[in-house]
């Protein structure tokens, strides 16, 4: 009776043994039940101004979704995602940490076609569908075991050109139909598109692609003064390195059917991430500015240059 106590005791112990290792060592993944998972807390879009504009994000809302890259992470894909959900954001799938930092990287929009098998650390960029793309980093720069909570930090990676309009007497209707930022004929100063880092942010231009950054409003008017940046026209353009000769870019504004363009100097230079707001003075025309016809030209006068 002894034998048979004894041997049951070995079975079960052997049985318990064998679970237990089986539990601990997960064949799958690699990882073990001590394992920590990345927990997001919270992700911000960094402003260190109240008012940005009407071209720019300020806040997620609940569906957006944000791609991750975790340079270091060799337990599973490093490229998952976050979608916000009930002001929670929820991961993709689980990311296992370990004792050793992982950096870790965050860019918006993340889109299913275009970043689903992501493989490498550039992602596309662009000014024509006037997208705000950010760039993101993890606060305390890395995530791992003793660190599985991560506070996200998003910052805009395109340049913001935004103007102000002044009426003066100008005496029609004051409707902004078009404002767009472009290259004079056979200048290829300013690209269209480009690739972003996602580990320095840096954004390299691709050659060949040439359109201009442009937005045709609904309802925009300068008739009444402004009462907050919210109202002011802005632009989303790819940064620019400093402008060669003067006209080499210009500005072109279609109000109330008229077509005003004006060239930028050289040495004109907008950096990522940037805003640069421009004022518009509706002014009696000068030989220098161009105009179809109008019965008043502009003139305009940078007024202001600040990080967003």
Known sequence: MKKILMITILFFSAFALFFSCSDEN??????????????LKSVAVFNDRPESGNGTIREFENSDTIGL??????????FPYIARYHYWWNLSGP????????????????????????SDK?????????????????????????????DIV????????????????????CSVQKVSIRNADGITHLKSRGTLNLENAEIEPL?????????????????????SEEEY???????????????????????DGYIYTYPL??????????????????VPPVRTFKSSGAATGISIVLTQTSSY
Request: glycine residues 6%; proline residues 6%.
């Open 233 to 255: 026209a802005c632009v989303l353009v790819m940064p620019i390195e400093p402008v060669k000769n003067d006209g080499d870019l210009f500005f072109e504004f279609e109000i």
């Open 95 to 118: 990311i296992f940490l370990s004792s050793e930092p992982s950096r870790l990287f965050a860019y918006y929009p993340f889109e299913q076609k275009k970043h689903a098998y992501q």
């Open 26 to 39: 997960l064949a799958d993944t690699g990882t073990t039940l001590y394992d920590t998972q990345l927990q």
């Open 69 to 78: 890259y975790l340079p270091e992470y060799h337990r599973g894909y490093p």
């Open 122 to 150: 550039y992602i596309y960029v662009e000014h024509i569908t006037q997208t705000d793309y950010m760039h993101g980093t993890v606060v305390d720069g890395y995530v791992m075991h003793e660190h599985p909570y991560a």
């Open 265 to 282: 100097k050289k040495g004109t230079l907008w950096q990522s991430g940037m805003k640069y707001t421009y004022q518009v003075d509706m």
């Open 154 to 173: 998003m910052r805009h990676v395109l340049v913001l050109v935004q103007f102000k309009f002044i009426k003066n007497d100008y005496p029609h209707d």
């Open 207 to 227: 050659d060949g692609y040439y359109d201009q950054a442009a937005i045709r409003p609904e309802d925009m008017n300068f008739y009444e003064p402004y009462t």
